[in-house]
């Protein structure tokens, strides 16, 4: 097996395993319990989201997908700060979680 | 001969990563509290996107793809912790709960 086919073979099944990975993720930000579980699996599936297209831009060798992971990084912090921040504004008005 | 090393090292990479990244999305499912899922997700889930970061660098052959990479994985690095950080103690404060088997709070104890 060459160099490229064992990458090929590397980068698909890895988008595999992150697409199930995603699916486990998908799976807390429904059940909860709380808003801060959400706002994790939120954070998570971003990172993730990033592994993706990672990948993706391994398996074709389009390297501008490069830059698309980076936007969804930034976009996953800044939400998940502005999240957080609600979850503490909300905890000193005294609600409950 | 370098490129086809390099190949196989960056097809290891990117399974690697993977390979993190779904031990961080069991880590969510499966754990008890919101305090250990943080800490899979803040840890796993970040070396499993920036060894596949890692592995985009290895096989890239021109210069500002390695350098957009790079700042990928340092920003995902620098990121990561202070939302961990800032979602932890927002939980803390609007008083969620640890796990029955947690033994010691460090901000509540008496010292």
């Given amino acids: 097996m060459s160099g490229t086919q064992a990458l090929q073979w590397a980068a698909q099944l890895a988008i595999g395993l992150l697409l199930v990975a995603m699916l486990l993720v998908l799976v807390r930000l429904v059940r909860g319990p709380n808003l801060g579980d959400r706002i994790l699996a939120l954070d998570t599936l971003t990172i993730l989201a990033v592994g993706l297209i990672g990948a993706l831009a391994v398996l074709t060798g389009f390297t501008l997908y490069i830059d698309i992971a980076i936007a969804i990084a930034l976009v996953g912090f800044l939400s998940t700060v502005a999240l957080a921040r609600y979850l503490l504004a909300r905890a000193n008005r005294g609600e409950a979680p | ?111």
């Fill in chain 2, 1 to 111: 001969m370098i490129g086809e090393a390099l190949r196989y090292l960056a097809a290891a990479a990117v399974l690697a990563g993977a390979a993190f990244g779904l031990l961080a999305a069991i880590g969510i499912a499966r754990l008890p509290d919101l305090y250990t899922r943080l800490h899979a997700a803040s840890k796993a889930g970040v070396v499993g996107s920036g060894l596949i970061l890692v592995a985009v660098i290895l096989i890239s052959t021109d210069g500002p793809v390695m350098m957009r990479a790079g700042l990928g994985i340092v920003f995902l690095l620098l990121s990561t912790p202070v939302a961990a950080h800032l979602l932890a103690r927002a939980a803390y404060k609007s008083a969620e709960l640890p796990t029955a088997g947690t033994t010691l709070d460090v901000i509540d104890a008496p010292n």
